[in-house]
């Protein structure tokens, strides 16, 4: 398993080796199969309106982002399978911890499940969606000890 980590932000300095170790854990945690690769991605909210307007048609900064591998190549079957992409305004997250009254790290990483779990066919459009979603990123939460 591979998680390859970009920060594109230069808001506050994030400790890369810790996120890429967490994201490993959940990819281990939802069994995943050992070739799995994840992309993540911190921006500024200026990239993140950019990719929210180019592929939401929305106009407007968001917290994150899941590009999922909708239709994957005929590969080898020992090939890295890529799951997706998960973009992060590192800027948003700040402000959202503040308004949510929790630290910063427990919302970047609530994004990061919430994106991650995006990228493993889970949605919230309905109530029940939202239900058993809600419940998995609680549960993910909890392996990296937010004091949730």
């Not at 979603?133 to 990123?137: E, L, N, S, T, W």
């Given at each position: 398993m591979e998680v390859f980590l970009a920060n594109e932000q230069e808001k506050i300095e994030l400790i890369e080796a810790r996120w890429e170790r967490r994201l490993l854990d959940l990819m281990q945690y939802e069994a995943l199969p050992e070739n799995t690769q994840l992309s993540i991605t911190f921006v500024d909210d200026r990239r993140i309106r950019e990719l929210n307007a180019a592929y939401r048609q929305i106009d407007q900064p968001t917290d994150v982002l899941a590009f999922t591998q909708t239709s994957?190549?005929?590969l080898p079957p020992d090939a890295p399978l890529a799951i997706g992409d998960?973009?992060?305004s590192v800027e948003t997250a700040l402000?959202?911890?503040?308004e949510y009254g929790h630290a910063f790290e427990r919302e970047l990483g609530?994004?990061?499940v919430h994106g991650f779990l995006h990228l493993l066919g889970e949605d919230h459009q309905t109530a029940e969606q939202e239900r058993r979603?809600?419940?998995?990123?609680r549960a993910l939460l909890a392996l990296w000890d937010f004091g949730l």
């Open positions: 994957p190549p005929v998960i973009v992060v402000r959202q911890a503040k609530f994004l990061l979603m809600i419940a998995r990123q």
